[in-house]
T-cell receptor, first 110, second 112 residues
Framework: RKEVEQDPGPFNVPEGATVAFNCTYS??????FFWYRQDCRKEPKLLMS???SGNEDGRFTAQLNRASQYISLLIRDSKLSDSATYLC???????????FGAGTTVTVRA | ETGVTQSPTHLIKTRGQQVTLRCSSQ?????VSWYQQALGQGPQFIFQ???????GRGNFPPRFSGLQFPNYSSELNVNALELDDSALYLC???????????FGQGTRLTVV
């Protein structure tokens, strides 16, 4: 079983729609959580950190559920520019590397 | 821009050759990690350097090696290149451990 798993999608949504997807992680002793965004053939870019109480950054909302070992990302009022692959990232306790999921592809259509 | 720069951006090598990839970390960052990303997959951890010492290594063979310099820039060396080494190689810098990391634009390596 992979340490970090994501629904690969693709999620194909119209502009203005809300889209949400989850990521599950295998180790309950996990320390830090992030969402990164990656455009085609480019480097991953930090979208937001995920905090235990949940957090928002504009149209983006991230949630963490430690009991069920998943994090989620919700995008409201989707824009064409939101089309990208969203990478779920976990730092496990006692480990210092970023553990990536394979990514969830989101395509926003006009 | 993250301030993390990698060179070269693209590279074509022949199987069996050796390659060196370079990374300049963001100012003030003392930790550099290297990742390999194959098409359609998430980045896979190769190794990490913290204050010039290797701080962890992923499941990669010894022909993948690296180092970090006093200015915290870093190199990734790959010997005896194989076709499967073709991938995007990403360098990430951070300040300390267990924190968010910022990526360079990557080096796309093609082995033929």
């Amino acid at each position: 079983r992979k340490e970090v798993e994501q629904d690969p999608g693709p999620f194909n949504v119209p502009e203005g729609a809300t889209v949400a997807f989850n990521c599950t992680y295998s180790n309950s002793a996990s320390q830090s959580f992030f969402w990164y965004r990656q455009d085609c053939r480019k480097e991953p870019k930090l979208l937001m950190s995920v905090y235990s109480s949940g957090n928002e950054d504009g149209r983006f909302t991230a949630q963490l559920n430690r009991a069920s070992q998943y994090i989620s990302l919700l995008i409201r009022d989707s824009k064409l520019s939101d089309s990208a692959t969203y990478l779920c990232v976990v730092i496990f306790s006692g480990d210092y590397k970023l553990s990536f999921g394979a990514g969830t592809t989101v395509t926003v259509r006009a | 821009e993250t301030g993390v720069t990698q060179s070269p951006t693209h590279l074509i090598k022949t199987r069996g050759q050796q390659v060196t990839l370079r990374c300049s970390s963001q100012s003030g960052h003392n930790t550099v990690s290297w990742y390999q990303q194959a098409l359609g997959q998430g980045p896979q951890f190769i190794f990490q350097y913290y204050r010039e010492e290797e701080n962890g290594r992923g499941n990669f063979p010894p022909r993948f090696s690296g180092l970090q310099f006093p200015n915290y820039s870093s190199e990734l060396n790959v010997n005896a290149l194989e076709l499967d080494d073709s991938a995007l190689y990403l360098c990430a810098s951070s300040y300390g451990l267990n924190t968010e990391a910022f990526f360079g634009q990557g080096t796309r390596l093609t082995v033929v």
